[in-house]
C-alpha cells in the first residue's frame, strides 16, 4: 500500500491534484522525444510508464524503493523495472538507451554532476534526454527533501559542462495555474511569518521533514476547502510546455548527446 507525502504527490488525494497534474504534464510534453529504448531515471509510483511506453520500443524504470519496483512489476508486464541507488547507475552498460527522462530527480542528488555524467554515459550516440526540476524562482518555502533547487541559469550552466547541446524550457500554465499557485504563496506565506527565528534555512533538513510534511497537507487540504473548482478542476491542459524556462513553474530541459 502506498503513502503518499506531499513531496511525491498522490493521483489519488484530491487536495493534491494540480501538483498531480503539473508533473502529469512533463510526461506528456516529453512523449515528442521519446524513442527508442527509454530509461526512466527515478520512476516512483509510476505516474508517467502508459504515457512514455507508447512511444518507446522498451522500457526500464529504476527506483532506489523495493516496494516500489516490485508493485510496478506487476502491474507493468510490457515494462521493466530494477531497484537501484544513483548515481552511478550501476550495472547498466554505456551507449544503452536512445531516451533518458528523469522528471523531479536531480534536486534529490547530491552529486549532481554526475547524475548528468551518468546519464549521458548511458543514452547512445545522439541520444536525448529530458530532466524537469522545480524552478527555484517559483519555491514558496525550503523542502527539507531537497538538497537544492536551481534557477534556469545555473541548471543551464550545469548541463552545458556535460552535454553538447540543452534545450532549456518550463512547465508553466495558464491563468487557472497561476491563481492556484498565487492562492497557494499567500496561504504559505501566512503559515510562515509564524517562523520568526528563520528556522527553514536555519535547521537540518532532517528536522524540518516532518513538519513540512503536517504544514504542508494542512495547506494543501485548506487551500481544497477554499478553492473548490479552482483546486479539483485543473488538469494537465492546463499547464503549457514554455519556450523560456524563466516562465516555468519547474524547469523542463532537453539534453543532447554529441
Known amino acids: 500500500m502506498a503513502t503518499y507525502t506531499t513531496e511525491i504527490a498522490s493521483d489519488r488525494l484530491i487536495s493534491d491534484n494540480p501538483i498531480h497534474q503539473r508533473l502529469l504534464k512533463a510526461y506528456i510534453a516529453a512523449k515528442p522525444w521519446i524513442k527508442g529504448d527509454l530509461l526512466e531515471v527515478g520512476c516512483g509510483e509510476g505516474r508517467g510508464v502508459e504515457i512514455l511506453i507508447e512511444n518507446a520500443d522498451s522500457y526500464l524504470g529504476i527506483d532506489k524503493i523495493q516496494e516500489v519496483v516490485d508493485r510496478l512489476t506487476i502491474k507493468y508486464p510490457q ?60 519555491t514558496l518555502s525550503r523542502n527539507p527533501w531537497h538538497i537544492r533547487e536551481y534557477t534556469p541559469r545555473q541548471l543551464k550552466e550545469l548541463c552545458l559542462g556535460v552535454f553538447e547541446k540543452v534545450t532549456a524550457m518550463g512547465i508553466g500554465g495558464n491563468e487557472k495555474v497561476w491563481d492556484y499557485h498565487e492562492a497557494n504563496r499567500k496561504s504559505v506565506n501566512k503559515i510562515m511569518r ?48 514554455e519556450d523560456s524556462p524563466e516562465k516555468g513553474l519547474d524547469l523542463f530541459f532537453v539534453l543532447r548527446k554529441g
Open 79 to 138: 515494462a521493466n523495472f530494477k531497484q537501484a541507488f544513483i548515481p552511478p547507475f550501476t550495472g547498466i552498460a554505456d551507449n544503452s538507451f536512445d531516451t533518458v527522462v528523469s522528471f523531479q530527480v536531480i534536486e534529490h542528488i547530491k552529486n549532481d554532476r554526475l547524475f548528468l555524467e551518468e546519464i549521458k554515459r548511458v543514452l547512445k550516440p545522439g541520444g536525448k534526454a529530458i530532466i524537469s526540476t522545480p524552478n527555484i524562482r517559483h
Open 194 to 241: 509564524w517562523d520568526i527565528l528563520n528556522l527553514q534555512h536555519r535547521l537540518p533538513a532532517v528536522m524540518l521533514r516532518w513538519p513540512y510534511e503536517v504544514l504542508n497537507r494542512i495547506n494543501r487540504n485548506k487551500l481544497h476547502q477554499q478553492k473548490g473548482n479552482a483546486v479539483t478542476d485543473i488538469s494537465h491542459e492546463d499547464y503549457t510546455l
